[in-house]
Every structure is written in structure tokens, then in C-alpha cells.
């Protein structure tokens, strides 16, 4: 109806004028009996509250690429119950992308392994091991690395560098963070593949 209106040369300010117009002519009556209240809901759907309400809600911003979106994280009794979009973002505006509008899922989710899961060389399957040898490991690991395979210098020119070692960051790492693991990996031990996930 407002297509052929528009191509009848009707401005569209004159049509919502008229349609104005025309709603005010209900009467009282017609309007008590359209009321809500007067509708045939069953008292399920009448009492039935948006599950964020009266929770928590604290501003984060999205785990996953580097544009930093703005998120609101609702929260009742300590656990986390809706993850959304935030509104008041100039990034992102409460809009998400299909991986942002799935952090709920990534944070409350039976499948998540929360522990240390260590496959052996040659082994078949996967062993829990606690965080502290995890720890340990990756050191004992990095260390020999380096000792082997360091190299200070070639063809008279100096390298301090160190080629059979990678980093890979994850897009949430801050300014200060990625300063810190430049300054350690690259400076310190001389690593050379340093990259970030939110570049790739």
C-alpha cells in the first residue's frame, strides 16, 4: 500500500498523517477491547520476563578478532546467563558477528576442556596433567630449543637469532601484553617468527 501511494505522488509525511487520521476515529470502547490485558494470553505468557532481568551486567569486549567490539555480560548468582552486544560500543554499535554473537556458547559450554590435555610422542590418546608440569615442560622444551639450535652469528655478521621456535598471540592480548611478549621472545631469546592471531 505505501508503494502505490509513493507512485501516486503522495508524500510520505502525508500518508502517516492520514493514517493518524484515521486511528483516531477508535473509540473507546474499540480500544478497552483491543487492550492487552483483554486478549486471550494464557497467564504462561503473561508472567514470562526476559531472562537478563535484574541481572548483573558488566562491559567487556569480545574475545575473538582484533576490532574490538564492545559486549555486555549478564550475570546472576555468579553465573553468566547472556552475552550480547553493546549498544553504547562506537566500534560495533551492539551489533556481532556470527563468532562474537557466539561467545555465550564459547563460555558456557559442557564440551569446554578446562584442563591440561598432554597426547605423548607416538601415543593414541590424551592424558589430563596438572598446569604446573605443563608449565614446566614448555621451559625444559623452549630452553633445549634454544641451546640447540641458537644461532649468534653467520658469515661474520651478527644474528642472535633463534628460527625453530614460533609465538602465535591471541587477539585479546593488549598493547602491553604483545610489548611484554615482543620484548622477552624476540629481545630476550631471539625468536623471530612472532605474529599475532588477530593479523591472520
Not at 532481568?53 to 553465573?79: D, F, M, N, R, W
Not at 591440561?116 to 623452549?142: C, F, H, T
Not at 658469515?155 to 622477552?184: C, P, Q, R
Request: contains cysteine.
Amino acid at each position: 500500500m505505501i508503494l502505490v501511494l509513493i507512485n501516486q505522488g503522495v508524500q510520505m509525511k502525508s500518508f502517516f498523517k492520514f493514517k493518524k487520521k484515521e486511528n483516531s476515529g477508535i473509540s473507546d470502547s474499540a480500544r478497552k477491547e483491543r487492550a492487552a490485558k483483554n486478549q486471550p494470553f494464557s497467564p504462561n505468557s503473561v508472567e514470562k520476563q526476559p531472562r537478563i532481568k535484574g541481572a548483573t551486567v558488566t562491559e567487556s569486549v569480545c574475545p575473538y578478532c582484533a576490532v574490538g567490539c564492545g559486549q555486555l555480560i549478564y550475570t546472576k548468582a555468579g553465573e553468566i546467563i547472556d552475552i550480547e552486544g553493546n549498544p553504547k560500543s562506537p566500534i560495533n554499535q551492539g551489533t556481532q558477528c556470527p563468532k562474537g554473537a557466539n561467545t555465550f556458547q564459547l563460555t558456557v559450554n559442557p564440551h569446554r576442556i578446562k584442563t591440561v590435555m598432554y597426547r605423548a610422542p607416538y601415543s593414541d590418546k590424551w592424558e589430563q596433567r596438572p598446569l604446573d608440569w605443563a608449565m614446566e615442560r614448555i621451559a625444559q622444551k623452549l630452553k633445549a630449543a634454544r641451546d640447540a639450535d641458537f644461532i649468534e652469528s653467520k658469515d661474520e655478521t651478527t644474528l642472535n637469532h633463534l628460527t625453530t621456535v614460533a609465538s602465535l598471540g591471541g587477539a585479546t592480548m593488549d598493547n602491553e601484553e604483545n610489548y611484554l611478549i615482543k620484548k622477552l621472545l624476540g629481545g630476550g631469546l631471539g625468536i623471530v617468527a612472532i605474529e599475532n592471531q588477530a593479523r591472520i
